[in-house]
């Protein structure tokens, strides 16, 4: 399901001003992002939101506050959807907290993951490192979330996989990504990396 924005939207200033700390003083901010807004969303409100309702109501028709006799089911669904939201309250807390620890930031230089709220966790991986870019999507993140998993290797002598979790419109930020590193590893644009403004189209990355 693609989104209905052409293209991302540029950083704001806010951001910018947030972030400046990270970059070197020639860094550029192109894409600042996090967990997809519409897994998220679907899992707040399917999961979290809609039992809960389906609780209360139930209480209410219990204790005779409000009597639908058509629908007196209701009663026992609201006690199931309790409990599914019970069971899963702290993985749909978890999803709440990633969103705001977890930024994903590309610049003409490098991508930055930065996790965490009070403790930080920095993650760099230049461009001119990066090697191979996987993106790993369930049947579920691809026709529900529109998110996925991009595992990115850099090369070098501390080789490893970076993995960048349930990013929105993991196929467009690939593609992003795979466009800022070929033209870093040309040797013409080394230390001199493109901006927002020349060849690079940016794709639409929700946020």
């Known amino acids: 399901m693609a989104t209905s924005r052409a293209?991302?939207?540029?950083?704001?200033e806010k951001q910018k001003k947030k972030l400046s700390k990270y970059l070197?003083?020639?860094e550029e901010?192109?894409?600042?992002?996090?967990?997809?807004?519409?897994?998220?969303?679907?899992?707040?409100?399917?999961?979290?939101l809609i039992p809960l309702g389906l609780f209360y109501i139930s209480i209410f028709m219990l204790f005779g506050v409000i009597n639908i006799p058509q629908l007196d089911w209701l009663k026992?669904?609201?006690?199931?959807?309790m409990l599914l939201a019970l069971f899963k309250l702290r993985s749909t807390s978890g999803?709440?907290?990633?969103?705001?620890?977890?930024?994903?930031?590309v610049t003409n230089h490098r991508i930055l993951i930065i996790t965490g709220i009070f403790s930080?966790?920095?993650?760099?991986?230049p461009l001119d490192r990066i090697t191979h870019i996987?993106?790993?999507?369930?049947?579920?993140?691809r026709m529900v979330y529109n998110t996925g998993h991009l595992m990115i290797i850099t090369a070098g002598f501390d080789q490893r996989e970076i993995v960048v979790e349930h990013i929105a419109d993991p196929i467009k930020f690939k593609v992003l990504v795979e466009e800022l590193t070929r033209n870093a590893d040309k040797p013409q644009?080394?230390?001199?990396?493109?901006?927002?403004?020349?060849?690079?189209?940016?794709?639409?990355?929700?946020?």
């Open 134 to 141: 996987t993106v790993d999507q369930s049947v579920i993140q």
């Open 95 to 105: 999803i709440l907290r990633k969103r705001q620890a977890n930024i994903y930031i």
């Open 120 to 125: 930080r966790k920095i993650i760099t991986a």
């Open 189 to 207: 644009n080394k230390g001199n990396l493109p901006s927002r403004d020349e060849d690079i189209k940016i794709r639409a990355i929700s946020f």
């Open 24 to 26: 070197s003083s020639e």
């Open 76 to 81: 026992y669904v609201g006690l199931v959807a």
């Open 29 to 48: 901010l192109i894409v600042v992002t996090t967990i997809g807004p519409r897994y998220m969303w679907f899992n707040l409100i399917f999961l979290l």
């Open 7 to 12: 293209y991302h939207k540029p950083p704001t």
